[in-house]
């Protein structure tokens, strides 16, 4: 048996054991201060700051006839943004055609109303190209955000 600094391999084993448990412990408690301060989709929300629209397809690139999902997040700003309350959706596929969503809503209420910060959409081009796609926030029939995203189809 092979001693060290006093100790022997099984106490070895176990000051290594314990270490390894707390740095997980360690590794846990950051992460969720992270979290708590990012939210669970990495992206800080500050509600002094204006708020941003993007948009992600996946996948970008893709056969005609292949189901594409459309993901726009609004990150940023206050949760109950009068403005964005409410807001009417439209996907812009620039293929000659629009889907919209008009949502039916209760009245606003300063800080109890929310707003919604995730919308998705599946779309499937027909024909080949270059699509660039736009994801807008109405209010009242006029654009608030807006957000594009491009994707390529390869007809099949």
């Known amino acids: 048996m092979r001693i060290f600094l006093g100790l ?10 314990t270490l390894g ?14 979290l708590a301060t990012t939210g669970a989709s990495g992206h800080q929300r500050n509600e002094n700051e204006d708020p ?4 992600r397809a996946t996948p970008r690139v893709g056969f005609s006839g292949t189901d594409i999902l459309f993901i ?6 206050p949760d109950d ?3 964005l309350y409410c807001a009417s959706v439209e996907w812009d596929w620039d293929d000659d055609t629009r889907s919209e969503r008009i949502p039916d809503c209760d009245p606003f209420e300063p800080g109890l109303s929310e707003i919604r910060r995730r919308f998705s959409q599946r779309h499937t ?10 994801f807008n ?5 006029d654009v608030v ?3 594009r995203t491009i994707v390529q189809v390869t007809l099949r």
């Open 8 to 17: 022997s391999t099984f106490q070895w084993t176990r000051v290594l054991f």
């Open 21 to 34: 448990c707390y740095s997980i412990l360690l590794t846990a408690v950051v992460l969720s201060a992270v």
């Open 52 to 55: 941003e629209l993007r948009l």
């Open 72 to 77: 726009a997040e609004l990150q940023g700003g």
């Open 81 to 83: 943004n009068e403005e």
């Open 125 to 134: 081009f027909q024909q080949g190209g270059q699509y660039e796609v736009r």
């Open 137 to 141: 926030l109405k209010k009242r029939g």
């Open 145 to 147: 955000l807006s957000a």
